[in-house]
């Protein structure tokens, strides 16, 4: 994994280990637990602002606190393993790769911080109207006061036990986190962000609040002399799209390193709610950057947000790591898992080192690994090709889980006219792994990156030569005719370059 984990390392070092030192609703951390949170009470948010921002977060995905699960969490992987005699899944195990491992790297950081998640929407309806009254115009910070009240302080602690913890632990969290101030007390009185309303004339979204919070609490926030606002939420009036994002960057021990992030959250009558996470992270230090892009999307197993049982979500995780010499590494992870456990299959293709691996794993509620598969190919040296499985595969715990391809619900379904490689996709120097956003007629990706309407990969399998792609659509059906796919990519600076394709689609 090379300088994969190293960054994976320095994120989380960098978002949850100096969350003392001041205010971290600005840090991505902040943004993830704020996509994650719903059912926000009425009486605190105002009525026209979105009250569901994204799905639960199933607890056999957070962050385990013991167990095999926690143990994985502290080894690292710098290249291709060193066998022993104790076989390729073991090894796998005590190097702490696993499908399991990828799902709490992101979902951990929610578990650490918390988190003020709530706290942003209950901020801004204390000025929301002020602001919607002057539209284009910045709010300074300030402007209007929030005193906190009990509704709001349970808002916060059902963000927490949402995000996977027990009364108890969320009511432990919440105290932890109102002493380092990250989150007001009962009764103290805090300034609403600097903020600017917007409607919007495009099909996506209807609405628009950009806004800004300062490092203290306490602390009013000045409108900025460059315009550019920390945070983002775009929205229908029916709330049945929502589109949340964060910009930050920050500079460690020599090293750079800066992130956007997005979701998008879809929610229609009758259909399973689903969210979209994409975070977009650049690394630089010593001359070198390293480049890395992920996309997250869950999706609830009901239509019935209400009978969903046990936070129940089909998932899929896909990772792309670029370093400095354009090497790339993808990783993959599909399957099904709630607050009790999940079955998921991972994929990881390293084209530099050339090897890859299959893995096939359970866990149970705590992220305990239960069963362990592992399907591992030399692409240099085929005698080194190994499988191995610990532990027996129970169907009558896990089979809800398992499927032999997972989908997600959209409105409609797409495929491309000419079937990639070819006319742009997986083609030329992208014959190896290739990515692609899909936007709607008249959006330009360079200034609206976060409306794509669509997304896919297609890579390359050196094992056995075969060639994959997939692309999600997740706008309307009218959309379909005239959206445009783009080639997407993250060039040596760090920057999001697209490419318009000839590649069309249609409605299958």
Same mark, same amino acid.
Request: charge should be negative; hydrophobic fraction near 35%.
């Given at each position: 994994?090379?300088?994969?984990?190293?960054?994976?390392?320095?994120?989380?070092?960098?978002?949850?280990?100096?969350?003392?030192?001041?205010?971290?609703?600005?840090?991505?951390?902040?943004?993830?637990?704020?996509?994650?949170?719903?059912? /926000?009470?009425?009486?605190?948010?105002?009525?026209?602002?979105?009250?569901?921002?994204?799905?639960?977060?199933?607890?056999?995905?957070?962050?385990?606190?013991?167990?095999?699960?926690?143990?994985?969490?502290?080894?690292?992987?710098?290249?291709?393993?060193?066998?022993?005699?104790?076989?390729?899944?073991?090894?796998?195990?005590?190097?702490?790769?696993?499908?399991?491992?990828? /799902?709490?790297?992101?979902?951990?950081?929610?578990?650490?911080?918390?988190?003020?998640?709530?706290?942003?929407?209950?901020?801004?309806?204390?000025?929301?109207?002020?602001?919607?009254?002057?539209?284009?115009?910045?709010?300074?910070?300030?402007?209007?006061?929030?005193?906190?009240?009990?509704?709001?302080?349970?808002?916060?602690?059902?963000?927490?036990?949402?995000?996977?913890?027990?009364?108890?632990?969320?009511?432990?969290?919440?105290?932890?986190?109102?002493?380092?101030?990250?989150?007001?007390?009962?009764?103290?009185?805090?300034?609403?962000?600097?903020?600017?309303?917007?409607?919007?004339?495009?099909?996506?979204?209807?609405?628009?609040?950009?806004?800004?919070?300062?490092?203290?609490?306490?602390?009013?926030?000045?409108?900025?002399?460059?315009?550019?606002?920390?945070?983002?939420?775009?929205?229908?009036?029916?709330?049945?799209?929502?589109?949340?994002?964060?910009?930050?960057?920050?500079?460690?021990?020599?090293?750079?390193?800066?992130?956007?992030?997005?979701? %998008?959250?879809?929610?229609?009558?009758?259909?399973?709610?689903?969210?979209?996470?994409?975070?977009?992270?650049? %690394?630089?230090?010593?001359?070198?950057?390293?480049?890395?892009?992920?996309?997250?999307?869950?999706?609830?197993?009901?239509?019935?947000?209400?009978?969903?049982?046990?936070?129940?979500?089909?998932?899929?995780?896909?990772?792309?790591?670029?370093?400095?010499?354009?090497?790339?590494?993808?990783?993959?992870?599909?399957?099904?898992?709630?607050?009790?456990?999940?079955?998921?299959?991972?994929?990881?293709?390293?084209?530099?080192?050339?090897?890859?691996?299959?893995?096939?794993?359970?866990?149970?509620?705590?992220?305990?690994?239960?069963?362990?598969?592992?399907?591992?190919?030399?692409?240099?040296?085929?005698?080194?090709?190994?499988?191995?499985?610990?532990?027996?595969?129970? %169907?009558?715990?896990?089979?809800?889980?398992?499927?032999?391809?997972?989908?997600?619900?959209?409105?409609?379904?797409?495929?491309?006219?000419?079937?990639?490689?070819?006319?742009?996709?997986?083609?030329?120097?992208?014959?190896?792994?290739?990515?692609?956003?899909?936007?709607?007629?008249?959006?330009?990706?360079?200034?609206?990156?976060?409306?794509?309407?669509?997304?896919?990969?297609?890579?390359?399998?050196?094992?056995?030569?075969?060639?994959?792609?997939?692309?999600?659509?997740?706008?309307?059906?009218?959309?379909?005719?005239?959206?445009?796919?783009?080639?997407?990519?993250?060039?040596?600076?760090?920057?999001?370059?697209?490419?318009?394709?000839?590649?069309?689609?249609?409605?299958?």
């Amino acid at each position: 994994m090379k300088h994969f984990f190293l960054i994976l390392f320095l994120s989380f070092a960098i978002f949850v280990g100096c969350k003392k030192e001041k205010d971290e609703s600005n840090s991505l951390s902040a943004l993830v637990t704020r996509f994650f949170i719903r059912s /926000l009470l009425s009486s605190s948010i105002n009525s026209e602002l979105p009250s569901n921002l994204s799905v639960a977060v199933p607890r056999s995905i957070r962050k385990p606190s013991s167990g095999l699960g926690a143990s994985l969490q502290t080894k690292r992987k710098t290249s291709k393993m060193n066998f022993t005699n104790k076989g390729i899944a073991q090894d796998t195990l005590d190097y702490g790769f696993t499908g399991q491992n990828f /799902l709490t790297e992101g979902t951990g950081i929610v578990a650490e911080i918390l988190r003020d998640s709530k706290k942003d929407l209950v901020l801004i309806s204390g000025s929301y109207t002020i602001a919607k009254a002057s539209p284009g115009v910045c709010i300074p910070g300030g402007t209007s006061t929030v005193r906190i009240t009990q509704a709001m302080e349970d808002e916060f602690l059902e963000g927490i036990e949402r995000l996977g913890l027990s009364t108890e632990e969320a009511r432990g969290e919440l105290v932890s986190l109102q002493n380092e101030g990250l989150l007001p007390f009962i009764g103290q009185a805090v300034p609403t962000p600097a903020m600017v309303f917007r409607n919007l004339s495009n099909n996506e979204y209807d609405i628009e609040v950009e806004y800004s919070f300062a490092d203290s609490l306490g602390t009013p926030q000045p409108c900025p002399a460059n315009n550019k606002f920390q945070k983002s939420i775009k929205f229908k009036n029916d709330k049945t799209k929502v589109l949340s994002s964060i910009s930050r960057s920050l500079k460690v021990f020599g090293i750079s390193l800066s992130v956007d992030a997005s979701i %998008t959250y879809i929610t229609q009558n009758g259909k399973k709610d689903k969210a979209i996470l994409n975070i977009k992270q650049v %690394t630089s230090g010593s001359g070198n950057t390293d480049k890395s892009t992920t996309r997250f999307t869950f999706e609830e197993c009901a239509n019935d947000t209400n009978a969903n049982a046990n936070n129940c979500v089909t998932l899929n995780y896909s990772n792309v790591y670029d370093d400095a010499a354009g090497n790339k590494i993808t990783t993959s992870v599909k399957g099904r898992t709630n607050d009790f456990g999940g079955y998921v299959l991972t994929e990881y293709i390293d084209n530099a080192d050339n090897f890859e691996y299959y893995l096939t794993e359970t866990y149970d509620n705590n992220g305990d690994i239960t069963y362990f598969a592992v399907d591992y190919y030399d692409i240099d040296a085929p005698a080194n090709d190994e499988y191995e499985e610990l532990g027996v595969l129970d %169907t009558d715990l896990y089979g809800e889980f398992i499927e032999t391809a997972y989908s997600f619900e959209w409105d409609v379904y797409v495929d491309f006219t000419i079937t990639p490689p070819g006319a742009g996709i997986g083609s030329g120097a992208y014959s190896a792994y290739d990515a692609f956003v899909i936007m709607p007629a008249g959006v330009d990706p360079d200034d609206f990156p976060d409306e794509y309407i669509g997304w896919g990969e297609f890579y390359e399998n050196e094992s056995d030569s075969t060639v994959t792609y997939y692309v999600d659509f997740y706008g309307q059906a009218n959309q379909v005719a005239t959206a445009v796919v783009y080639r997407y990519e993250v060039d040596a600076n760090g920057n999001e370059v697209y490419t318009p394709l000839a590649d069309v689609i249609y409605q299958l």
